[in-house]
């Protein structure tokens, strides 16, 4: 059986496509001749490991980022163009947009509350390298009990405190629902949790992610949603949660 180099493959095309490193000194890193590498990259594509878009010229989305901003009176809106059929590279790429996008309504000093989810982690891992001094980044969600169902809420918390240089950083260490309000109003006597919980409320810019009601849900994996809840959501005609 062939030894699998997949690991291999990804990591000479890192350093080729995202380090801009030479095929030259990929070959003396791995100790392996020139055209070796060359090889490797060229399987590298064949396995689907490295995908090369060509932007279309003709693909405009300025018109539509101009449509949401008037239907919905937005500020500002970043549409992204992806291929069809591969969600995961859709993915990638517009998380990478949306980090660059993101950055410029970001100031020094800012309190920044950020939720959980795919989609912001690989924006977080995205994010430019910005120097906002006395800046705060706090986690606006509680946690899941469920390991399966992976929020990546402590890694989005230190990605963005570590692009941003930010002064400080929160997590929230408590479930993010509770049975009652009874329950809420004890936590709430802990003096830790609700110095956290207003340092969430006092954040002044929010980076939410938002849930399609599915049973794909975090919320439905973890047993906080049920099929009745669910149905009911579709009934209402519900098409996201956010935050």
Not at 135 to 149: E, F, I, M, P, R
Request: proline share 5%.
């Amino acid at each position: 059986m062939a030894e699998d180099n997949t690991q291999l493959l990804h990591d000479m095309a890192k350093l080729y496509y995202m380090d801009d490193m030479t095929q030259a000194k990929i070959a003396a890193r791995f100790g392996l001749s020139r055209p070796t590498v060359s090889r490797l990259l060229a399987e590298a594509r064949e396995k689907g490991i490295v995908k090369i878009i060509i932007a279309n010229p003709k693909n405009d989305t300025h018109s539509i980022e101009s449509e949401f901003q008037r239907a919905f009176g937005l500020k500002a809106v970043k549409v992204v163009s992806v291929p069809a059929g591969d969600p995961s590279l859709a993915l990638q790429m517009t998380a990478r947009e949306a980090a660059h996008f993101l950055v410029d309504f970001l100031e020094p000093g800012d309190r920044i509350g950020v939720d959980w989810g795919r989609t912001l982690y690989e924006i977080s891992r995205n994010l430019p390298p910005v120097l906002l001094s006395q800046s705060t980044v706090v986690q606006l969600c509680g946690n899941l009990d469920n390991a399966d169902a992976l929020t990546y809420a402590t890694e989005i918390v230190s990605n963005f405190a570590l692009k941003l240089s930010a002064k400080s950083a929160y997590t929230l260490p408590y479930p993010v629902i509770v049975d009652s309000r009874i329950i809420f109003d004890i936590l709430m006597y802990d003096e830790k949790i609700r110095a956290n919980m207003e340092l969430a409320d006092s954040c002044n810019k929010l980076i939410v992610n938002l849930g399609v009601p599915t049973d794909a849900s975090c919320l439905y994996k973890c047993g906080y949603l049920k099929p009745a809840d669910l149905e009911e959501l579709s009934k209402r005609q519900a098409v996201g949660a956010i935050c």
